[in-house]
T-cell receptor, first 112, second 114 residues
C-alpha cells in the first residue's frame, strides 16, 4: 500500500496547547496535502506543500516536509475546541498518476 | 458550505433495493470523485471523472455504478448491496485531476445496508 500513515492515531490536548501530527509515506511524491474532517462530515483542505518546499504556514497551521525521511508534520498552535476533528494527510505519487492517496488520519480532541 | 452538495444525507436500504446517490458541484470544476469511508479505514477512492469521462475505476464491484451526465453532476447507482457496503460516501470535485489540484468535498451520504 502507498498510503500515508499518520501518527499518532489519536491525540487529546488542552485548549491553548500545540498539537503535532505526523505523516509518513513510501515513495517519491509530487506534493502532500493536509485535510480536516469534522465528525461525519466531508473533508476540508487545509494546506498543500510541494516536494521542493520544506515548510509552509497558514494562520495557526505550520506544515513541514522532509523528503529524505519521507515524512511531514502538521503543527496547530494555540489549539481551540473547534480544532477537534480528524486530520488526514494525502500524498500525490508520480507513479500513481498523481492521484491523491489518503492516510488513515489522526483524531484530535481539544478539551476546553 | 463548500460548493459541493450531496443528497440524500442519510440512506437506509435493504440488500435488494436500488437507490442512487447524487452529487452536485457549483465550483465550475472539471473533475469529480466518489470515495468510500468506512469506520477505522483510510478513505478509498472509487471513481474519478474528468470532463464527464471516467478516468479511474478502482476495482469497485459492479453493484456500484457511477454516472456523470455533465461536469456539475455525479451519481452513484446502488444495486443489491451488502451490509459491508455500509459507510460514508463522499463526493469531491477539483479543477483538474492533477495531484496539485485541491479537492473540495461534499458532506457525504451515510449509507446503511440492512
Amino acid at each position: 500500500s502507498q498510503q500515508g500513515e499518520e501518527d499518532p492515531q489519536a491525540l487529546s490536548i488542552q485548549e491553548g496547547e500545540n498539537a503535532t501530527m505526523n505523516c509518513s509515506y513510501k515513495t517519491s511524491i509530487n506534493n502532500l496535502q493536509w485535510y480536516r474532517q469534522n465528525s461525519g462530515r466531508g473533508l476540508v483542505h487545509l494546506i498543500l506543500i510541494r516536494s521542493n518546499e520544506r515548510e509552509k504556514h497558514s494562520g495557526r497551521l505550520r506544515v513541514t516536509l522532509d523528503t529524505s525521511k519521507k515524512s511531514s508534520s502538521l503543527l496547530i498552535t494555540a489549539s481551540r475546541a473547534a480544532d477537534t476533528a480528524s486530520y488526514f494527510c494525502a500524498t500525490s505519487y508520480v507513479e500513481y498518476g498523481n492521484k491523491l492517496v489518503f492516510g488513515a488520519g489522526t483524531i484530535l480532541r481539544v478539551k476546553s | 458550505e463548500t460548493g459541493v452538495t450531496q443528497t440524500p444525507r442519510h440512506l437506509v436500504m435493504g440488500m435488494t433495493n436500488k437507490k442512487s446517490l447524487k452529487c452536485e458541484q457549483h465550483l465550475g470544476h472539471n473533475a469529480m470523485y466518489w470515495y468510500k469511508q468506512s469506520a477505522k479505514k483510510p478513505l478509498e477512492l472509487m471513481f474519478v471523472y474528468s470532463l464527464e469521462e471516467r478516468v479511474e475505476n478502482n476495482s469497485v464491484p459492479s453493484r456500484f455504478s457511477p454516472e456523470c451526465p455533465n461536469s456539475s453532476h455525479l451519481f452513484l447507482h446502488l444495486h443489491t448491496l451488502q451490509p459491508e457496503d455500509s459507510a460514508l460516501y463522499l463526493c469531491a470535485s477539483s479543477q483538474g485531476v492533477r495531484g496539485t489540484d485541491t479537492q473540495y468535498f461534499g458532506p457525504g451520504t451515510r449509507l446503511t445496508v440492512l
